[in-house]
């Protein structure tokens, strides 16, 4: 597969109309704004960052290297989706990466059999690295396209709550360009033994929302 038709699938895949429900989610960002932690453009590019380089994000492109590595190792393969799922902070979490998971596995197959994949509940990291390495995509590239569709969808999410407007996600977004590119190379070249994170306070936000109420995301 040539770059141009790797980069055309990766932005089909990870394409805010590609349908796996990402928009009902937030990653914990709306309890966030609730509880004052993100409020301006400056707070809310230092909340995504931590989550891309530290925080279930890192954990995320982990799993989808080492997936995109193992693809054809079915055995392997459904280890892997239990460990990711062992590693989600909370039910709302699990249910996030499990349902957009699943939808993907049914989106996914006019591409990919889903004879690749271990099973119907195998986590959306987890089934984006298989789809790629099946494929044959070039790891860096997929999971920095990963987290960019995570960043963005971040983003859209802040436009909903108020935080900012649509200049102002686009702003944020650029300055996150690097962040994410690095943050790719460096998943690119990961083992399980990289996984880890030290980003408490959006743990713990991600849990919180569990009972917030009104909201407007499952997550």
């Not at 079915?74 to 699990?94: K, P, Y």
């Not at 986590?123 to 396209?145: E, F, N, Q, T, W």
């Amino acid at each position: 597969m040539n770059d141009a038709t790797a980069l055309l699938r990766l932005m089909s895949w990870l394409s805010p109309v590609f349908p796996i429900g990402g928009f009902a989610y937030s990653a914990g960002l709306e309890q966030a704004v609730h509880a004052g932690h993100v409020g301006d453009r400056e707070s809310l590019a230092a909340w995504v960052e931590v989550q891309l380089t530290q925080g279930a994000q890192w954990n995320d492109a982990v799993m989808l290297v080492e997936a995109h590595r193992g693809a054809g190792d079915r055995d392997g393969l459904a280890e892997l989706s239990d460990l990711c799922r062992a590693l989600c902070v909370g039910q709302e979490r699990l249910n996030e990466t499990v349902g957009q998971g699943t939808s993907f596995l049914q989106a996914v197959s006019h591409w990919v059999s889903r004879d690749h994949f271990p099973g119907r509940e195998t986590p959306l990291p987890v089934a984006v690295g298989i789809a790629a390495g099946v494929d044959g995509i070039d790891p860096r590239l997929a999971v920095g396209a990963y987290l960019h569709a995570f960043a963005s969808n971040q983003l859209q999410c802040a436009i909903r709550l108020s935080v900012l407007g649509q200049d102002g996600a686009a702003g944020a977004l650029a300055g996150l360009e690097t962040i994410i590119g690095e943050t790719a190379g460096r998943a690119a070249n990961s083992t399980l033994e990289d996984l880890g994170g030290a980003a408490f306070v959006a743990d713990i936000a991600s849990m919180n929302h569990e009972t917030l109420e009104p909201r407007l995301f499952l997550s």
